[in-house]
């Protein structure tokens, strides 16, 4: 199927807007008109430019307040909408959205709105132009899809159909029936078809309209279901994304269109209209790896947690430490900053690397090079919206390349194994692209979006959200801060996951690492929250471990000090061998704690 | 009366939090437990910093899912009590507040609700406690102030009362009457008052409450109905603010704790408990100042204008440019920054600056030194909460100080008078204090907010909102960018006022001034929209004129192009004689297009 966007979806000017809407590869655009009105180019020139970029004009948009009013206002109407029309044919463009009115001039009478929608698609087809009539969920008179379908059906001229909009259909359906209305309209009158998402808000429709629109997929409505509906019809022209949001219009056009277009191919998947490679969900983290200009300060971080230096990379400067089955690259090459440590790549046990890369590149993810040097294993590797290199991974499998190969053991002992694995990796993600990130992993990697939570950091509420296999293997959490500006301030982590956090975090500290201290006041009130046995909530103060408890089981977990961008995070899950997982969340409860911590500990040290 | 705020409702650590607020001039605070978790501090620390600082702990907040609970449950919620209320005494802090049950647990029996909360009110009493029970608006079963008085009074402890909270009684209310029920309740049980607004949205009610609260003034409540209300029962405790607001959250802590006791100020004026001095109203801009390093394209622009030179500062590298009633002072003094002119202070013409600056004094805004340099005439002056400095002027005055006398003639001509006045100022205001601007040009100087209105810019969604006073003759528009990041991104300006638009602008370009070019697709929309007399268009189209048109008239209008963070706009208002003021606006209908074509000229020349 032909993918669209409306311009107003993306920020910049009306050049930007195109050449990210074609270099995400969109058949075709809405043209906005503000976007027009704004524009110095002539109609001329944008139709020139589309051209040349390979987009259709699919849509002009909007024109308002037309129909179901008195005469002479009509009359004032047809000569604007004759204006559009010269306007349209200079652009090469062939369908116009109409809105249902929202004017107070508009009367509550089907048969003249009818009438009037005739007379404007008999101008139009002057033109050569079709007029597309769309029901707005907060319009005067007509707020439906059904009642602005009996109009265009009453109206009965060729040159007039339907637009269908799956916000404003979605956002006033309260069940799967609301559809069905869809199966009576022939596919043939449907002349557009638009789509955005939208979280499920309890608002007023027109400011969660204005506001909050997203990329199909990263709300709460079923866009499948509506399109299935529409395809059912016969429906053959383009899906076309039509999202108002605050976050987009500030955020760059490209990345913007990426996503957009990403969500669009996911949603041809989801209703069997697009061939992607199978989605190879990863199986386990086979490695973090951290960047960084001065190996020195992770080095002793590491060999106090009990980590081992167990290989060397046998072309670049990057270190294997290793304990238990984390594992965890030292890379002070080229892409180190000077700000210090940060987690640049995550390995990912995969049943199948080439296919999970093949299936990323469908959807979008930049390829990464196979080999990062001449003699290297080859490796499948993209990029994520964050930036952050996922390398998928098939560690110590006889029959695929294996990372592994690419390092010499240093003959070091191996690592006591406090620590088991990794239990979760947090990421930063760019404030702009929190949506887009959940439904890159979800969509790209086949992992499982858990619900977005509030954090309260001492300087702004921060969002969480993680995204997980079946088994727990693969933990990520997705985290935001409150503020554009706060992509750096936040670090990043790595939880490692032991069996007994008491153990690991004592034998931490009597290796000279520093632990993150936590305030007595928090340990005053676990006491009135929870019963501990005798000394218990004494060892979780001495250490500065927190205590937190689901359903599920209980969570207990420390925190290192924060060096460059990084810290690590002790975890111990409890329950887990019940066979229902264990604990299951990440311990959001004590996080504003933490934060605090972190930020008096950095105000104190500066580290 | 006492005020007193929630350390919840400021940024940063408790300590900060502290600081912000006794500078502010609070007496006391509402301790939020969170921020308590999160300090370092002991209780004994923060009792005794509090002290310090002359801060009395109000409140500590809250205790959640109490009452009506099964008696295991209730046992539980005892024993975390007493931990409490052992908390409690070492902070020295003497009521609780206790928010009507959330719990699933929770059932529907308020006999049991009132003997639970009795039972936990004796043993409060033990400690010297007072428990304040307060319906939360999504209360499981308790949620209107009248229901959870009715649970205390069937209780019938001295030690438990209720606490109001403007904002869980104001977003159920519907009308004046849902407030009488207040009368019912004796003063002495009612045992604290906490004080938020809000906008008027349309939204669930808990998410309002979490992210959209505000101080009182900067919402749609009538707050000081209630305060009324409550203060004829004989209440005589704190007026307390607890505030949940996202952008509070990130705001620097110092500047939102002033906005918030200014918020108070004139609460307490409204309802009669505060003497301030008077609003002194300005009547009309004595002058507008900016500052700049380098002089030369300012004197170009202006020249080009029509402006004249017509005096210089007597002992300060400060000059006068004049044309109608139109002042423009250019200072190339210290306080100039590199980044080019900008609009630093505004002069308002005042019938009494020293009342007028006695009240922005007593309403916590900055007092600036009365005279710049020893021998200047001395000048009433206030910093407003964007930095630009305000000076109360009598000009042509002779028993008041002028301005004016600094100055010594030029002996240069006089203008050629394209320009009539300062039609309105553009200001940029930071992104964390839209509200408080807003609510400061207001209750410090008396003028009046408008609507604020949300504006396109090719980057982001910016908000605008204008105060003015009565006759139009001080106009200032407060503007905000989309993020944090554009406080320094977006221009301000100075609107001339003249009375024919096109031959000031022709005037303009002849003497070498360069107009903001605006797309010729605006004049094709223009075209499709209204009718213009020949040529009419053209000539705008030529001059980059933009045209909009309200209920009271016209309104044309056109911008040089941006010196540093400068430009000026040419305005005709039409109408205005006809008595009822002419066009309201300022054009926001076409801001998207000056936006862009702003962005335009950046992109091809920098400037």
Request: glycine share 8%; proline share 6%.
């Amino acid at each position: 199927m032909r993918t669209s966007i409306a311009t107003v979806s993306l920020s910049g000017s009306l050049t930007e807007k195109l050449d990210a809407a074609a270099r995400a590869g969109f058949d075709g655009v809405e043209l906005f008109e503000n976007d027009l009105l704004a524009s110095p180019l002539t109609p001329e020139d944008i139709r020139a430019r589309c051209a040349d970029l390979g987009l259709r004009i699919d849509l002009y948009q909007p024109m308002r307040d037309v129909e179901a009013v008195p005469e002479a206002e009509f009359a004032r109407n047809l000569r604007r909408a004759r204006h559009k029309f010269e306007l349209m044919r200079r652009l090469g463009a062939d369908t116009v959205l109409v809105c249902s009115s929202v004017s107070p001039q508009a009367v509550d009478d089907d048969a003249l709105a009818a009438e009037q929608l005739a007379r404007l698609a008999g101008l139009a087809a002057e033109y050569g132009i079709r007029v597309a009539y769309e029901a707005l969920a907060w319009g005067r008179h007509v707020s439906t899809y059904d009642h602005a379908w009996r109009i265009v059906e009453t109206a009965g001229h060729p040159a007039l159909g339907t637009c269908l909009d799956s916000f404003h259909i979605l956002s006033r359906a309260f069940g799967p029936a609301d559809l069905e209305g869809i199966a009576a309209i022939p596919g043939e009158k449907i002349f557009f078809l638009q789509l955005a998402d939208a979280p499920l808000l309890a608002m007023d429709v027109l400011q969660w309209s204005r506001h909050y629109r997203c990329f199909p997929g990263q709300g709460g409505f079923d866009i499948a279901a509506l399109v299935r509906h529409v395809l059912a019809t016969g429906y053959d022209g383009p899906l076309s994304l039509e999202v108002f949001n605050d976050v987009f219009r500030q955020a760059e056009a490209g990345p913007t269109a990426v996503d957009a277009r990403r969500s669009l191919l996911l949603l041809q998947e989801a209703v069997g209209k697009a061939i992607l490679p199978d989605p190879v969900v990863p199986t386990g983290v086979a490695f973090a790896e951290l960047v960084t200009p001065d190996a020195e300060p992770l080095a002793d971080l590491l060999g106090a947690l009990g980590f081992t230096r167990t290989a060397r990379h046998r072309g670049k400067p990057v270190a294997l430490w290793e304990q238990g089955d984390a594992r965890i690259l030292v890379n002070t090459g080229p892409a180190a900053r000077r700000d210090g440590p940060r987690l640049a790549a995550i390995g990912l046990e995969s049943p199948d690397p080439a296919g999970a890369a093949r299936r990323a590149e469908a959807l979008l993810a930049p390829v990464l090079p196979r080999r990062r040097a001449p003699r290297d294993a080859p490796l499948d590797a993209v990029a994520a919206p964050d930036g952050t290199e996922l390398f998928f991974c098939a560690t110590g499998r006889p029959d695929l390349p294996d990372w592994r190969a690419d390092f010499a053991d240093t003959g070091l002992p191996p690592a006591r194994a406090d620590i088991r694995g990794i239990d979760h990796l947090a990421l930063t993600q760019p404030w702009h692209h929190f949506d887009e990130a959940a439904l890159f992993h979800r969509g790209v990697l086949g992992l499982d979006a858990q619900e977005s939570v509030d954090v309260a950091d001492p300087y702004g509420l921060m969002r969480s959200r993680a995204v997980t296999n079946a088994d727990g293997s693969v933990r990520i959490a997705l985290t935001v801060g409150a503020a554009p500006t706060d992509d750096t301030v936040h670090a990043q982590h790595i939880a490692l996951a032991t069996d007994d956090v008491v153990a690991a975090a004592r034998r931490f500290r009597d290796a000279g690492g520093r632990l993150l201290p936590v305030p007595a006041n928090y340990y005053d009130d676990l006491a009135a929250r929870f019963e501990f046995a005798d000394g218990e909530l004494e060892t979780y103060r001495d250490l500065g471990i927190l205590y937190d408890r689901d359903a599920h089981g209980a969570f207990r977990h420390c925190y290192t000090r924060t060096v460059g961008r990084v810290f690590f995070e002790l975890v111990q899950r409890d329950g887990g061998d019940g066979g229902d997982g264990g604990y299951r969340g990440y311990g959001a409860a004590n996080a504003p704690v933490r934060l605090a911590a972190q930020h008096t500990a950095r105000a104190l040290t500066g580290g």
